[in-house]
């Protein structure tokens, strides 16, 4: 297939693995696998390393030495861009919102080993938070970038379609391939990867905010297959949705607990509070529904927060 290439600075350790879970798919009477995005290589590993090797291509190019971004006061994707931001000789400035665990643990703790610059602001409104952006970059004088929350462009969700080419060419067929959906980057991604290389493949996004997603996810798949080159028909069959928020975005839910539980004693693997708990108590429900047949094979992306799971409300 012909689409446009992107620049992108390598930051992470890829392909990341898939491994299946025998326990747990014992347990659940279907294949359950799970793609290994929690080591990305970079921090402690997660989905926002794929987006970062796109959207910080695109800063070098424009010449920035400042990158700003934005997300909760434990954003996940925020401690990455300035581990990744770091690294590459570029300073990060995180203006976050003050909502949540601000405390030096988890994220924030990482922030400070790092030495990041990190402002909160008092605000429920990211439009406030990208015009204190200008206002500081403006100040500073010099060529900044500024990356939106959860990296969830068009240019960041790029990301997700290598990751849905890279799983087939890791070899196997899958059924279904269900991912957290936050700010909407990776699913959307992954959704237009699948339509592209999986076919047959189900994409889920198990939401764990109360965005409008069903707006979201395909206004970007459009403009990230519009950046490809691409024609592809997007239409409400490319993609399924289902609400796991629970008590609300970043408020750990019982269900969410249990599954976090349960990958940690039948597996020995950590899933975190905000995401991938909340998304795999979705995995779960759908196989208590009776969704999966015994041979259908299931693939689950940990998407990572290790940092979440040491900062709980
Ligand atoms: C950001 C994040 C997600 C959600 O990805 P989006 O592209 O924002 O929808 C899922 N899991 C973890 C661990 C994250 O940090």
């Given at each position: 297939m012909q ?5 992108k600075i390598s ?13 747990i798919s014992?347990l659940?009477?279907?294949n359950v696998?799970?793609k290994?995005d ?7 590993g ?5 987006k970062?090797?796109?959207l910080l ?6 010449g920035a030495?400042?990158v700003?971004?934005?997300?909760g006061?434990?954003?996940n994707?925020a401690?990455?861009?300035a ?11 995180l203006?976050?919102?003050r ?7 988890g ?10 610059e ?10 406030d938070i ?9 100040q500073?004088?010099v060529?900044y970038?500024k990356?939106?929350?959860g ?6 969700s790029?990301?997700y379609?290598d990751?849905?080419r ?8 899958f059924?279904?391939l ?6 909407g980057?990776t699913?959307?991604g992954l959704?237009?990867g699948?339509k ?5 493949t189900k994409?889920y996004g198990?939401?764990?905010?109360s965005d ?5 996810t ?7 297959a ?15 949705l ?7 975005y970043?408020i750990p839910?019982?269900?969410g607990n249990a ?5 940690a004693k039948?597996e020995g ?10 998304a795999?108590?979705?995995l ?12 259908d ?7 990572g927060?290790a940092g979440g ?5």
């Amino acid at each position: 297939m012909q689409y446009n290439v992107y620049p992108k600075i390598s930051l992470g350790i890829f392909p990341t693995p898939v491994q299946k879970l025998e326990n747990i798919s014992r347990l659940l009477n279907a294949n359950v696998f799970i793609k290994r995005d929690d080591m990305t290589g970079l921090g402690l590993g997660g989905n926002k390393v794929r987006k970062l090797e796109y959207l910080l291509a695109d800063a070098r190019k424009q010449g920035a030495e400042v990158v700003f971004t934005t997300g909760g006061s434990q954003s996940n994707h925020a401690m990455l861009t300035a581990a990744a931001a770091g690294k590459l000789g570029m300073k990060p400035i995180l203006i976050l919102k003050r909502r949540g665990v601000t405390e030096q643990v988890g994220n924030q703790l990482l922030e400070h080993l790092m030495g990041t610059e990190v402002i909160f602001m008092d605000t429920d409104n990211y439009a406030d938070i990208y015009a204190e952006m200008d206002r500081i970059g403006t100040q500073l004088g010099v060529p900044y970038y500024k990356i939106p929350c959860g990296g969830s462009n068009a240019l960041g969700s790029l990301g997700y379609v290598d990751c849905a080419r890279e799983i087939g060419q890791q070899g196997s067929r899958f059924d279904y391939l269900i991912c957290a959906e936050g700010s909407g980057g990776t699913m959307a991604g992954l959704a237009l990867g699948a339509k592209l290389f999986l076919p047959g493949t189900k994409v889920y996004g198990m939401m764990v905010d109360s965005d409008p997603f069903d707006e979201i996810t395909p206004a970007l798949m459009r403009e990230a297959a519009a950046l490809l080159g691409v024609e592809a028909e997007i239409s409400a069959r490319d993609y399924h949705l289902r609400d796991m928020c629970g008590p609300g975005y970043a408020i750990p839910s019982e269900e969410g607990n249990a599954a976090i539980s349960l990958l940690a004693k039948y597996e020995g693997l950590f899933l975190d509070p905000v995401y991938t708990g909340k998304a795999f108590a979705g995995l779960i429900k759908m196989a208590e529904e009776g969704r999966f047949q015994a041979t259908d094979n299931v693939l689950f992306l940990h998407s990572g927060g290790a940092g979440g799971l040491f900062a709980v409300l």
